[in-house]
Each structure stands twice: as C-alpha cells, then as structure tokens.
C-alpha cells in the first residue's frame, strides 16, 4: 500500500511496548480487533502496520506507524484525524513526525507566497523582518489605529492585531480594520515603504468570510488566523481562497501532545501558512532552544513543491535579544517584538525605531 | 466588569504561585506588561483578575481567574481563545472549568433538539439509547450498507459512521451516504422502528456545505462530527445550520491540556451537540470513572436554557458491560458498542439484539 510514515513517541514499558503499538495501529486505522476484519483488502492495504519501535534514551519508545495514504482522503481534517484524532485522547502518546509520500504532498498547495513572496510583498530584501502587535484589546480603533500609524512611520514591516483582539463590542472588526489600515496607508505614503497591517481572523465560516470581505474592500495586506481555534480544513480552505499572505498564530495549539516543530512548523506550513508565529526560547513559554530551531526547519527547509513559512518567534521578545536571534534564526526570519516595544511609553515610536534598525543593521551579515 | 470565572490547575510551588498566577491572569487577557496599560477602560475592565487561589490534594494550584465578558465577543472560537488560547503553550496549564454568567451563556443556543428531542424523533422512551458504528474503513459502501442495514433490523437506535470514515475514494460520502440510508431506510420499514443512520462529516466549510445537502437531499436522520477537527467555531456554526441531530466526537481533543468534562461534556453541549461520544472508564483509553461521571453531567445537568446533550460512552465497550454502564449513568445514556458487535462475525445480528435487548431490559428501573 501507499503508506505515509507518522513517528510517535510511547510510554510504555519494554514489556508492553510491541503489543501497545499494535494496538495503537488499529487505533489509527479500523478502530476495531483484527480478528473481526472479513476483508482482504481493508487487512492488506488500510490497516495501520508497525514498522519500527526503538528506545529512547530518556524512556519510552519512538514507534513508527504506516498509514495507508487512501484513508486520509488527501484533506487536512481526515489527515490530522489519522494522525492523532482517538490516540490524542491517550496520555501515553505524543505525535511527533509525519512524512508524507509526494502523492499525498501533492494534494496539499501549501503557502501562496511563502517567504519570498512576503519579501517581494514587504519589499524587503537581504534582512530579517519585523513584526509587532496591536494590544491591549479594550481599546477603541482610533488608538489601535494611532499605534498602527506610529509603528509603520518606525518602519516596521508587519503590525498585526494582538491574537486577543477578535469582534468585541470596543473594536468591532469593520471600524477596526478600517481605521488601522488607513493609518498604516497613510504611514506608507509619508514614509515610502510597504508596511502591512494584519487584522486576526474569527469565528465560524460565515464570519469569516465577511471579515476577508471586509478586509480586501479596505485594501489590508495580510491576515492573522489561529488554526487550531478555526480548525485546519477551515483555514487551510481560508487561506486557499483569500489573495494576501496568512500569518498563523499557534493559539490552543498545546504543547506537549503533538510535537511543536510539527504541528506549528510542518503541518500549519502544509496548511498553507506562509508565516508562523511560535513561543521563542526563554521567553513566557516553555519551549527549548533545539525545539524552536527544529520548528524554523519544518517551516522553510525544502520540502517538495511547497513554499518557505516565515518563522516568527515571539513571545515575551525585546530588542536586546534580536542579535542573539538573528545569530540563531537567520535572516529568513521575522522577529516579533509586541509589549517591550509597548512598554516604551512616549518612547514607542523611539523604540520601535531602534528595533527595526538593530534588525536592518544584520541583514547583510546574517547567515 | 462583567465576568466569567474560570478554573485552572497551575504546576507551580507555593512561593511561586502568587506571581504565577498573575502572568496567567495577565497572559490570557492583555498579555503585555501591565506598567505599559495607558487605558484606564483596560486597567479596570479588560485586565483578567486573580480571583482565588486554593492548593490541590494532589500538589500543585487551582486559580480563579476572572475574565471580562466583553473580551470573548460572544462567540465560541473567541471564548475559547480567551480561556486557553495561549496557556494551552504553556505546560504548567490545565484548563479546568469555566462558569459563564447568564448574559453570555445566553448567547450561545446549544443543542437544538438534546435528549428529548432526540428521544422523539428515535422514539425511543423510558430506556437508555443504542449506537453502533459502521467500520472498519476501507469497506465499500454496499458493505457499509449491509452492515447498516442488519444492525438498524437488530434494533439499534443510532448507527454512525466510524470516525475514520470520512471522503475516501473507496466509499466517498455521497455513495455511502445513500447506500447506507436506504439501507436503514428500508430496516425500518421491516420493523416499524425508527432507527437513524448518522455520517461522517469532514473537510472545511465547503465540503461540509455539500455533505450537508447530500444528507438532506438523502433524508438521514442525524450527522456525526468532530468539533477539535473541523474547530469549533465551525462545528457551532454547522449545528445552528442544520435540521437533524447532530452527534459530537471527541477525535483530536486532547491535543490540548483541558480537562475532558469541559471540553466534551460542558463546550460541546455549549456549541450545540445533541449527544457527545466520550471514552469510557474501562476501556482502550485512560478517563476514570469519576471522570465520566462529571462528563455525563456537564452534558446533561440543567444549565440555563441549554438543552440536555446525550453522553455516549465508548471505546472497547461490550454487551457484558450494559448493566453496569446503565448502572452508574442512568437511561438518559446512549450506549455505544462497535468493534465488539462486529467481532461476532455471522452472528451480527444475534449479538446486536441481545445489545437492544439488554438495553430494553434495564429501562424500566433504570435511574
């Protein structure tokens, strides 16, 4: 069969382990004992079939499972639902990888833009980008629109609505996005430069829709959407439907139950994403420096046809850490720098000055 | 401010807890320093609050946050944002429970038809439910309508898709789904019940919009999906949308750290599932029996104006295990047995009827 080949981490004991990840293989594919299976076809090519398990070296075991490609249907849902829809609800397993046969790779278009799009988009070549945040909610559209302005006349390149800010009674999102994009508009015309303001994304499928209307009708530059609060399919069939680049925000996306570089870097890629916003080391969140250096990976290393997804390591970041980031990340990056910029009081136009310009001074010497 | 309270279990020692506690307060809120908060309307009515803090038995915290109303714009992707979107980054975070007070909750309709509703439109009275699923994928769909159709003339109640069932190419859903309700179609006929076939739905808001219209254009009686797949807002959105019973599965729920009777028992019920499907104690997955129980009653208890949601344990169950199932939940339950009806081979209809059989038998004097 057609397989795909998804890696799990186990805790199991050395006794149990052969037998457990037998189990999780019908888990993840029939859902019911071998021995009432009548069909030849459904044994030979849809049940899941254990192709290795080996040690970890802090316990538990590594089990590779192949999937039949033909039960995921070539769609998201069915694919994460294949990957880890029952065994999520069992604590004894994390999921870890997936490598996808090129059939199935296939199905998927992946970022419209991807990093070189955003570049041509953002004009902005040879450095790493910046981004930052619109917060606190509770504020009207004329002061999220007044800190719009002041970031985009700084330079940065990307101002997105806080993840927090979704169609509250204090900034419904037409007046909103009305208002930030003309400020960050009327920055550029002083300015010259290519800033985009991104509004996040809520709701189900109707409102959503009205929100891309919205947000194409005033001539915004990108968008913000969480998919795991949306759901996969429904952003991935979002982003295949809108013109301007998606950034995704990794909201209720856990942490320990599905790998992070796979889930924020990999799949949320697959998705479409063509930037990805993920907790970075040593900030609020709990994520190692190897983890978000594999996420960076799983974001834009070549895989098949699909674009590069910026990485964008955020959380809890300030300007004195962008040379330690940008040793670390490259300059396919874009660095996001929200409250500490914030925080700058009277100085937020000062301090968002010197962030853009601590980034644009390592362009060129970046790796 | 308007509040709803809600629950966490924070991992943190006594001398940490106070400071801890504050970050989360602040985290799923305005998640920026609060020094840098310039807005009196924010500091007072949007910042989230530490309401109290109690040590577990088990170790660790259990904080009240209280979280502005105004701030989850009434809709359930932005509830869920505010209560775990975040947090769910950060490994020291459960979500545990969430009261809503009566001007959001109201917000919200729930299920559209609940126990009674469902319990008239199977005709089905004074006795707990049956449900029984259709698998193992990978069958097509005349053998999913054969099985469809011996267990809707052995009495079953409710017979779904199995949740791996979604759009593949060796049973797509238009096929299945008119095989398999012509299939019950024609068992009801035979026997004068009103047995109801409940397919898979998957993929985004498109392919749910046209497997939406196949199953009505087809008459079926009930639909199955899985609201972390296709995300909630989605699935909220779907159910308001829709005219027949809608059946929730847990499939991808535990990506995040929440605890199951909120999120399976209390937020489903909250986004309209008229029944909920959950692993049963005792099975293939880890809950515990106390575990169950408070699920089946953030199902089921009364809740303001929301309908009572069907709890449908599962996962490994079998006929043995009716009385004592019926036992601890009551009849206001719909039993779910699968793989073990399946296992019986060429008596899936005998095994099917002892199921509806023992079922029946306990109604009467069922709590």
């Not at 019911?32 to 254990?50: G, K, N, T």
């Amino acid at each position: 069969m057609d397989c795909l080949t998804v890696l799990y981490h186990l805790a199991a004991s050395p006794a149990d382990v052969a037998a457990r990840a037998a189990a999780l293989a019908l888990e993840q594919s029939i859902e019911m004992p071998l021995a009432a299976v009548r069909s030849d076809y459904v044994r030979e090519e849809i049940v899941a079939r254990v192709a290795d398990v080996a040690p970890l070296p802090a316990g538990g075991f590594r089990v590779a499972l192949e999937l039949a490609v033909e039960t995921t249907g070539s769609e998201i849902g069915q694919l994460m639902n294949m990957l880890f829809g029952n065994c999520s609800l069992q604590d004894d397993v994390q999921l870890v990888d997936v490598a996808l046969p090129p059939a199935l790779l296939g199905a998927f278009p992946g970022p419209r833009f991807g990093i070189a799009g955003l570049r041509e988009r953002l004009d902005a070549h040879g450095r790493a980008l910046t981004c930052t945040a619109l917060k606190p909610q509770g504020l009207p559209p004329s002061e999220l629109a007044a800190l719009a302005g002041t970031f985009a006349r700084a330079g940065l390149d990307v101002i997105k609505d806080d993840h927090g800010i979704a169609n509250q009674r204090y900034a419904p999102f037409a007046a909103r996005v009305a208002a930030c994009q003309r400020a960050v508009a009327a920055a550029n015309r002083e300015t010259g430069r290519r800033a985009v303001y991104a509004p996040s994304l809520s709701g189900g499928p109707r409102q959503l829709a009205e929100q891309v209307r919205i947000a194409r009708d005033e001539g915004v530059g990108a968008l913000l959407a969480a998919p795991m609060v949306m759901g996969l399919p429904t952003f991935a069939e979002l982003v295949a439907a809108i013109e301007v680049p998606v950034i995704a925000h990794p909201a209720l996306g856990g942490v320990s139950r599905i790998h992070p570089p796979l889930l924020c870097g990999r799949l949320f890629r697959l998705c479409g994403a063509d930037a990805t916003i993920f907790p970075n080391y040593g900030g609020r969140f709990s994520y190692s420096r190897e983890l978000c250096v594999e996420l960076t990976d799983g974001a834009r290393a070549p895989h098949g046809h699909l674009r590069a997804c910026l990485p964008v390591p955020a959380g809890g970041m300030n300007v004195a850490r962008v040379p330690e980031m940008l040793a670390l990340y490259g300059r396919d990056t874009m660095l996001l720098i929200g409250g500490a910029l914030l925080s700058a009081g009277d100085e937020l136009f000062e301090r968002s000055r010197e962030f853009v310009a601590t980034v644009a001074a390592h362009g060129p010497s970046a790796t």
